[in-house]
Structure formats: structure tokens, C-alpha cells
């Protein structure tokens, strides 16, 4: 995602799997005071990924554009969060 914003993505609710538009992005874990450290994902050629902290499986959804999750509110705004 070179020279663009790379998206973040939360599981404070505890889905059993979050699908998301992209293959490069940014875990948080849970929204603060309750994140883990923010860490890079790439799923590369596969269509899933579990994050390494929170072990949430993102899953990639082709339908899904820019920051749309499945199920709704799992994207984070970190910029707004550094505010």
C-alpha cells in the first residue's frame, strides 16, 4: 500500500472472523485503553489471516471496498485516535 493510508481494523466486540477489503492492514486488537501493539498484516496470495496478538481472523472480501467490514464498525480510525 505504498503512498496511501494503510487501514486499521479492531475486534472489540470478539466476531469470530472480521472480513475486510484489503490484503495489507493494520490489527489493533480492541479499541483503547484495551489495544495490543498496532502490527502490520499482509495475507499475500492467501485470503485470510490470524493476527499473531488478538488471533482474530481477518478474511478477505472482495466486495468490500476501502475500510467496509463484515460485520460493520470493525475499522479503526487511527488518526482520530492520536487526537
Given at each position: 500500500?505504498?503512498?496511501?493510508k494503510t487501514p486499521h481494523f479492531h475486534n472489540s466486540a470478539g466476531h469470530a472472523r472480521?472480513?475486510?477489503?484489503?490484503?495489507?492492514f493494520m490489527c489493533v486488537g480492541a479499541e483503547p485503553p484495551y489495544d495490543h501493539p498496532h502490527v502490520f498484516l499482509d495475507m499475500g496470495d492467501d485470503s485470510e489471516k490470524v493476527c499473531p496478538y488478538c488471533s482474530t481472523l481477518?478474511?478477505?472480501n472482495p466486495s468490500l471496498h476501502g475500510e467496509e467490514t463484515v460485520p460493520e464498525g470493525c475499522?479503526?480510525?487511527?488518526?482520530?485516535?492520536a487526537a
Open positions: 500500500m505504498a503512498g496511501g472480521v472480513e475486510i477489503g484489503v490484503k495489507e481477518y478474511v478477505h475499522s479503526f480510525d487511527a488518526a482520530q485516535s
